[in-house]
């Protein structure tokens, strides 16, 4: 649970940590940079985005009929598909197969659904072996470390403490460069998938009307993790599912320019079914993961289901590039993270996460499907102080009394002029003026200068 | 009840969101721009360029069959991973050709090409893309990936592009050599897809 304390408490942490607020200031400036050129640069930024939108919001309106109809694609083709209610469901879904083709070693792309309902440490607990083959994620799995950014894992590292990661934990002989790094871990990853019986990858999108379940890669680790291993297991959300290939074309451009500014990944990857050669995985498995999505459907948060979680919303957001992506808490952190994280966790649990925002829209406006954040945010607020806000509504009941009654109200201004001389608050308010100005209450009130002026 | 029927009953009970949503237009806008009178091949030339691909332009088959040997060289490569191209058109180069037989534990040998050689099903002009709905390990496994192309498979955009049916396992559309920017935003090319993408286009001059 992350109370208020705890994330001020790493909030401050963060913002003091210098080497940290370059590492963000670097990634969140360039891919700030690089989403404005590439959306600038379209036919028409802003009639792109409503047809992203609405090929989301379509998807989502006839959410039940297009998972059936991607469920009975794959099915003819031979592939499976299983559906998961939760965390635990989906996880046994896998260790079930894994029972059933005697799997021991897996490799896994970047996926955020697998760290949603912690698959590692379920394959772990069951003598599973599995191997991160993002860069990113493989950097941070063996350091044990945690991803703070959607699309940009270890961004929080520097490359020397990267280095000394892998020297230390994985036997990683010296490197100089970024590029000796990589180098390191494309051999040290390509044995673990020669050596691989499973491959498993998350989705970007379902589209319906053929079941291709689509992987957006740079490094290439979503076509090898679906391609050398024999048995392939893709884990989405019930979300992520979209019409047709003509609505996926349009997303996958604005997605991908929206996260790295990229005309395109490198590697945007389509599978509906088994693979008949050695080419591809001979079984192929769909987990539809519901996990809280079909509360969120039946909310009025459902908008949020339409994130395509390409990070622009992170990049922008000036809370984001104060604190980064730890302070979350989360495996969903940024602005959409703060509306996705208490809506799937209890909004009790990540109580702090809507106020950690200065309602400020530019999420919504990088947003390459128009998401309405500060909206979802300002509601999760009034929800969280209708629930446990107390405290908000005596005071407030106590202020409309106390104006509706001009002695009360002559002492209190005159009592506030006071306590508030200095520009602070006094206890137990102290702490909203601890990192900012209180403008004062003016010596003269408006009551005062009237009776002198006009009698 | 299955899980299944429950999450679907669930969906179902709900008032459906976004009522109001137009339905799927007719044509939808591209996201790329193009003038109409642009080169297509000038066009992807600059863009593959731009992400660290090359590419070759010949006038036929045979003319292509000597770039890609002229690759082969450059890179002192020996073994060539291939699904469409067979031993006798490149007489001088081992060629790996898996087939429905191909075991699993072969995969180490497969490993050892130093080239993938594909077709592709289509090119698009303004990403520079390839989109390949056939050979997957050939642009996968090895560190360098030549890919031939003609001229009339080049298109100006994504969304002139035939989307596959369901009877199509599967399409991937590859922009460029695989690359990250995970260590400090450094570009590294060749993570764990080819560090090398050649492109070789036939013209269809004859």
């Keep these: 649970m992350l109370t208020t304390d705890k994330f001020r408490q790493s909030a401050r942490v963060a913002i003091n ?16 940079e690089g989403r404005e050129t590439m959306m600038d640069e379209t036919t028409n930024r802003a009639a792109l985005r409503q047809q992203a939108r609405d090929a989301r919001l379509r998807g989502l309106r006839d959410l039940p009929e297009l998972l059936e109809q991607a469920e009975a694609a794959i099915q003819a083709m031979g592939g499976k598909v299983l559906w998961a209610l939760d965390t635990a469901e989906a996880n046994k879904h896998v260790l079930n197969i894994c029972r059933q083709h005697k799997l021991k070693r897996g490799v896994k792309s970047k996926s955020m659904v697998t760290e949603e309902i912690q698959l590692l440490s ?7 072996e599995m191997i991160e083959t993002d860069l990113g994620e493989f950097i941070v799995q063996v350091s044990g470390d945690h991803p703070s950014h959607i699309t940009m894992p270890v961004m929080h590292l520097t490359k020397e403490r990267i280095r000394d990661v892998l020297m230390e934990k994985d036997g990683m002989p010296y490197a100089e460069t970024a590029e000796d790094i990589t180098a390191y871990a494309r ?11 499973f491959g498993v990858t998350g989705g970007n999108f379902i589209i319906a009307e053929t079941g291709h379940v689509i992987t957006v890669t740079n ?6 993790t679906t391609t050398i291993p024999p048995v392939h297991i893709a884990i989405v959300g019930i979300e992520k599912i979209i019409p047709t290939w003509a609505d996926f074309i349009t997303l996958v451009q604005l997605l991908t320019r929206s996260a790295t500014g990229q005309r395109l990944s490198v590697y945007v990857n389509a599978i509906n079914a088994p693979s008949p050669a050695i080419d591809g995985a001979q079984h192929f498995y769909l987990i539809l993961l519901d996990n809280g999505r079909s509360d969120i459907y039946a909310s009025e948060y459902v908008e949020s289901l339409a994130c395509i979680r390409c990070g622009a919303c992170l990049n922008t957001c000036p809370v984001y590039q104060s604190i980064g992506g730890h302070v979350y808490d989360s495996v969903y952190p940024g602005p959409i993270g703060s509306i996705i994280t208490p809506l799937l966790y209890g909004k009790k649990n990540a109580s702090p996460l809507p106020f950690a925002s200065s309602l400020c829209g530019a999420c919504k406006s990088a947003c390459p499907v128009d998401i309405n954040i500060p909206d979802m945010l300002l509601r999760l607020r009034q929800d969280l102080q209708a629930e446990q806000g107390n405290l908000w509504r005596i005071g407030m009941a106590g202020f409309g009394f106390g104006i509706r009654h001009p002695l009360l109200y002559r002492t209190g201004v005159a009592l506030a002029k006071r306590l508030t001389s200095k520009n602070t608050l006094p206890r137990p308010f102290q702490g909203w003026t601890d990192e900012r100005d209180f403008p004062g209450f003016a010596q003269q009130t408006f009551r005062d200068w009237w009776q002198k002026h006009h009698k | 009840m299955t899980s299944r029927d429950k999450i679907l009953t669930k969906l ?4 459906r969101p976004f009522e109001d949503i137009p339905p799927a237009p007719n044509v939808y806008l591209p996201v790329t721009q193009i003038q109409p009178d642009e080169d297509l091949i000038t066009r992807f030339t600059h863009e593959l360029r731009a992400l660290d691909g090359d590419i070759f332009v010949v006038n036929n088959e045979k003319a292509a069959l000597t770039k890609i040997q002229a690759i082969l060289k450059n890179h002192q490569a020996q073994r060539v991973l291939s699904w469409d191209f067979t031993q006798d058109l490149l007489p001088d180069y081992q060629i790996i050709q898996p087939d429905i037989h191909t075991s699993r534990e072969s995969l180490q040998e497969l490993e050892k090409a130093e080239v993938g050689l594909t077709r592709v099903a289509a090119a698009i002009a303004t990403t520079g893309s390839l989109i390949v709905t056939g050979a997957r390990l050939p642009t996968i496994l090895p560190p360098i990936h030549i890919a031939v192309v003609h001229q009339q498979q080049l298109l100006a955009r994504l969304e002139d592009w035939q989307p596959p049916n369901r009877e199509t396992v599967n399409v991937c559309i590859i922009t460029g050599p695989s690359r990250t920017a995970d260590i400090e935003k450094q570009l590294v090319l060749g993570v764990h897809g080819p560090r090398h993408v050649y492109v070789v286009m036939i013209t269809s001059s004859e």
């Design chain 1, 17 to 32: 940590d210098s080497q940290l607020q370059t590492a963000i200031q670097r990634a969140t400036s360039r891919a700030n």
């Design chain 1, 122 to 128: 379920a394959l772990k607990t069951a003598g599973i």
């Design chain 1, 187 to 197: 051999q040290r990853l390509r044995q673990a998938y020669l050596e691989a019986d």
């Design chain 1, 219 to 224: 490094e290439g680790n979503g076509r090898l």
């Design chain 2, 12 to 15: 179902r009970q709900t008032r």
